[in-house]
């Protein structure tokens, strides 16, 4: 692994299920962030955790919940997906470092579908 | 409230010079960036500046004037390949980024 995976590349899912967007990165990175990006908004803030064992809610959390039980891995849940949902999901990490080095990376990111 | 403004859309001619523009409103200030994203691609890193002035780097040049919430991203010599959307972000305290919703470039030729 080198960087920021995640998993899947894209997923369609039906309204009501529960699904989780996985994502790891191997430059032990202190924060872990949740994007979505949607035509003509840009990227909005869903959760962001600043080191493991912590997690702090962005501008648009409701139904969605994250977990960082470790410093590689920060999964997000969606508990029951709705239509509103479908957009294209980024992981990003940065070391928090100070200055230039807080520079956030992205990972390939996750299009998800709900019908 | 928290703002960033950009362009939406921007068209230009391969070889020429563009400048897409960046203008905020936050609530703090700890440094400006702007990253690339290519077409069904992820965001990545082209610039940082907190300090006023010009960041160089290559082709592209960053500027940043922190007292009049401005800042601008300088492309020379444009490539068919510099066809992409250009987002500007401003950390305005803790780690978290404010993004703007990006500029779409289209490099004619």
């Known amino acids: 692994i080198a960087g920021i995976t995640q998993a899947p590349t894209s997923q369609i899912l039906a309204a009501g299920r529960r699904m989780t967007l996985r994502c790891t990165q191997d430059?032990?990175?202190?924060?872990m962030y949740w994007y979505r990006q949607d035509l003509g908004l840009g990227l909005r803030l869903i959760h962001y955790?600043?080191?493991?064992?912590?997690?702090g809610k962005g501008e648009v959390p409701d139904g969605y919940s994250v977990s960082r039980a470790n410093t590689d891995d920060f999964p997000l849940t969606l508990a029951s997906a709705v239509p509103s949902q479908t957009s294209v999901y980024f992981c990003?990490?940065?070391?928090?470092?100070?200055?230039?080095?807080?520079?956030?990376?992205f990972g390939p990111g996750t299009r998800l579908t709900v019908l | 409230g928290q703002n960033i403004d950009q362009p939406t859309e921007m068209t230009a001619t391969e070889g020429a010079i563009v400048q897409i523009n960046c203008t905020y409103q936050?609530?703090?200030?700890?440094?400006l960036f702007w990253y690339q994203q290519h077409a069904g691609e992820a965001p990545t890193f082209l610039s940082y500046?907190?300090l006023d002035g010009l960041e160089e780097k290559g082709r592209f040049s960053s500027f940043l004037s922190r007292s009049k919430g401005y800042s601008y991203l300088l492309l020379k010599e444009l490539q068919m390949k510099d066809s992409a959307s250009y987002l500007c972000?401003?950390?305005?305290?803790?780690?978290?980024?404010?993004w703007g919703a990006g500029t779409k470039l289209i490099i004619k030729p």
């Open positions: 990003a990490s940065s070391d928090t470092s100070g200055g230039a080095g807080d520079t956030q990376y």
């Open positions: 430059m032990r990175h202190n924060a």
């Open positions: 955790s600043n080191t493991a064992g912590t997690t």
């Open positions: 936050t609530s703090g200030f700890n440094g």
């Open positions: 500046n907190v």
């Open positions: 972000a401003v950390r305005d305290g803790d780690y978290q980024l404010i």
